[in-house]
């Protein structure tokens, strides 16, 4: 486990000696989400492949770096293509940038994603609030040995998803005409969809929405104490709701039909932010 902070204290050093500032917030780009980085000024941008002991992105649609700049008014850094469980990582290398993040630091983090809906009042193209999460089949990205360095050995997930930056994100939405649904989270492995009869046991349980992303992360952050704030981009209505197939495409259309509409309001969030 001294390896791991050695690891981190290497990535660490390669970054700063990149990059002149801290952010104050770090933002996950989630599938086809990744427009949002445009919207950042003085773009400094780093592939993952020259950051050392930094994973490396296989989907297609998740390109591999990090881009550091301002975003309404605050310095950020956008993390854009993410490391999941489903590549066949382990659940070290899924967490490890938030690991950096929080070593370079960065107290907070805006978690994004592309999900299916459960909550069948849901529409493609909601933007959703996350409040909380499922992750009761998954393995846990704290499994091991505790990183007491870190964190504690079993950290609370009571308040995992920042109530005052929920007002924030609520706040911005409605200022700009915006609508946010509220809703919880649900964690599965993937990488196939869920099953319909899943989709009817996680409504069952309080989902409002379904990925294969996000908790992981949240949980290590948290175990850093850093403060997070999630949004999950509806893409599809979840396996077994409406009478058709579910496929990646569909997931990246919608994201791009939302970008717009996202990054005004991530920004004007981050513009915000206390
Ligand atoms: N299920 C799991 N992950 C997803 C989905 C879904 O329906 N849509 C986008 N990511």
Redesign the pocket.
């Known amino acids: 486990m001294k390896d791991m902070m050695k690891k981190l204290a290497r990535t660490v050093e390669y970054l700063k000696s990149k990059i002149s500032f801290t952010p104050e917030i770090a933002i996950i780009l989630g ?1 086809g989400l990744g427009k949002l980085a445009d919207f950042i000024e003085g773009r400094q941008e780093i592939p993952y492949e020259e950051i050392p002991n930094f994973p490396q992105t296989t989907v297609v649609g998740h390109e591999g770096k990090l881009i550091f700049g301002r975003l309404g008014g605050r310095n950020v850094v956008a993390m854009k293509g993410r490391f999941h469980y489903y590549e066949g990582n382990d659940m070290e290398v899924v967490v490890y940038p938030i690991r950096t993040f929080k070593h370079m630091g960065i107290p907070n983090i805006i978690v994004t ?4 809906g459960v909550n069948t009042g849901f529409v493609p193209g909601d933007l959703m609030l996350i409040t909380d999460h499922i992750s009761l089949f998954c393995d846990n990205p704290l499994r091991g040995e505790n990183l007491d360095d870190l964190g504690p050995r079993f950290p609370d997930m009571s308040k995992a998803y920042d109530r005052d930056l929920q007002k924030i994100a609520l706040e911005s939405a409605k200022n700009l005409g915006i609508e946010l649904k509220s809703g919880i989270y649900s964690y ?1 492995k ?1 990488p196939s ?2 099953s319909p009869a899943e989709i009817r046991a996680l409504r069952l349980i309080g989902a409002d929405a ?3 992303s996000t908790v992981p992360e949240v949980i290590t952050a948290r175990h850093m104490g850093m403060r997070v704030l999630g949004i999950s981009c509806i ?2 209505m ?2 077994g709701i409406l009478d058709q197939p ?1 496929n990646h495409e569909e ?1 990246m259309e919608t994201g791009k039909q939302v970008e717009k509409k996202f990054s005004s309001l991530v920004s004007d969030i981050v513009a915000n932010w206390k």
């Open positions: 599938s994603n592309a999900a299916g599965c993937g969809f869920e379904v990925g294969m893409t599809n979840a396996a579910l997931v």
